[in-house]
């Protein structure tokens, strides 16, 4: 079987499955081979070994059954940065990276700057800006152990480690005193609201926010925001499409007297909120 071939296969079985299904027979084969999705289509007559075949037919399957890409390849892209998943994770979404433009373009460019990254998951979002900003000083927190240790090993691939403090715990409450920025991309998805992939695969925790409505995290967190932001800061959240609303009215009660705004993200749905104090 060339890989052509078992391309062309690999995307018809996962037609079914899959939005993306060519997209993702190119990402698992090019995981197998340990090339890039453009080495394939220049390779296109090569043939695979039959065990090569028979594991990328494996993957093939397993993606059938639901299980994220980026799971069965251990990495995702995001903000240009190829980064490590486990699914002790939640899978980082294209959407999230208007969180991180929408922290980069607050001020962090002195050599005081501090960001901090409420519900690290992985460490996308702290990971991606304070690799743009060389002079700021981040924290992220995150209540799962296992997910902070992916964090870690995300600041230590990407060469951050040194300017980024991980800390196990809820919320806000292990910060140790205010910063200029805060960024939030909490779990938000209300009891039943979950796709069936992101309900049986990724992690509960990281998923349903807590309540009817799925913003008893964010409720929580934006009471405590307060005491955590400095002076002229900015929080930035990204919340449901739904509840852009909502939470930008839960953040004028928090902070009565900043400017609150709800920007779409990559998608044109209005999910970023943004408190400038």
Same mark, same amino acid.
């Given at each position: 079987?060339?890989?052509?071939? =078992?391309?062309?296969?690999?995307?018809?079985?996962?037609?079914?499955?899959?939005?993306?299904p060519r997209l993702?027979?190119e990402?698992?084969?090019?995981?197998?081979?340990?090339?890039?999705?453009?080495?394939?289509?220049?390779?296109?007559?090569?043939?695979?070994?039959?065990?090569?075949?028979?594991?990328?037919e494996?993957?093939?399957?397993?993606?059938?059954?639901?299980?994220?890409?980026?799971?069965?390849?251990?990495?995702?892209?995001f903000?240009?940065?190829?980064?490590?998943?486990t699914?002790?994770?939640?899978?980082?979404r294209?959407?999230?990276?208007?969180?991180?433009d929408?922290?980069?373009?607050?001020?962090?460019d002195?050599?005081?700057?501090?960001?901090?990254?409420?519900g690290?998951?992985?460490?996308a979002i702290?990971?991606?800006?304070?690799?743009n900003?060389?002079?700021?000083?981040?924290?992220?927190?995150?209540?799962?152990?296992?997910?902070?240790?992916?964090a870690?090993k995300?600041?230590?691939?990407?060469?951050v480690?040194?300017?980024?403090?991980?800390y196990?715990?809820?919320?806000?409450?292990?910060?140790?005193g205010?910063?200029?920025?805060?960024?939030?991309?909490?779990?938000?998805?209300?009891?039943?609201?979950?796709?069936?992939?992101?309900?049986t695969?990724?992690?509960?925790?990281?998923?349903?926010?807590?309540g009817?409505?799925?913003?008893?995290?964010?409720?929580?967190?934006?009471?405590?925001?307060?005491?955590?932001?400095?002076p002229?800061?900015?929080?930035?959240?990204?919340?449901?499409?739904s509840?852009?609303?909502l939470?930008?009215?839960?953040?004028?009660?928090?902070?009565?007297?900043?400017?609150?705004?709800?920007?779409?993200?990559? =998608?044109?749905?209005?999910?970023?909120?943004?408190?400038?104090?």
């Amino acid at each position: 079987m060339t890989i052509a071939e =078992a391309l062309g296969q690999g995307s018809k079985r996962l037609s079914f499955f899959s939005s993306t299904p060519r997209l993702d027979a190119e990402v698992l084969l090019a995981h197998l081979l340990q090339t890039g999705r453009a080495s394939l289509l220049a390779h296109a007559t090569d043939r695979l070994s039959e065990p090569q075949a028979v594991d990328f037919e494996l993957l093939v399957e397993r993606r059938t059954q639901g299980e994220p890409v980026a799971y069965l390849t251990g990495h995702k892209e995001f903000y240009g940065l190829d980064l490590y998943i486990t699914p002790d994770v939640l899978v980082p979404r294209p959407e999230t990276e208007s969180v991180v433009d929408a922290c980069l373009a607050a001020s962090l460019d002195g050599e005081s700057s501090q960001l901090a990254d409420i519900g690290t998951g992985s460490g996308a979002i702290v990971v991606a800006v304070t690799k743009n900003r060389p002079l700021l000083r981040a924290y992220g927190v995150e209540i799962s152990p296992q997910a902070l240790e992916v964090a870690r090993k995300n600041c230590e691939l990407h060469g951050v480690s040194d300017r980024i403090t991980l800390y196990l715990g809820h919320l806000l409450q292990p910060l140790p005193g205010k910063v200029d920025v805060i960024a939030a991309n909490l779990p938000y998805v209300s009891p039943g609201e979950a796709s069936p992939e992101v309900a049986t695969w990724e992690p509960k925790v990281a998923v349903f926010g807590g309540g009817e409505d799925g913003t008893a995290l964010i409720q929580e967190f934006l009471a405590a925001a307060p005491d955590y932001l400095l002076p002229g800061g900015t929080v930035v959240m990204e919340t449901a499409y739904s509840q852009g609303a909502l939470v930008s009215s839960l953040a004028r009660e928090a902070f009565p007297n900043a400017a609150v705004e709800v920007r779409k993200d990559l =998608a044109g749905l209005n999910r970023i909120v943004v408190i400038k104090s």
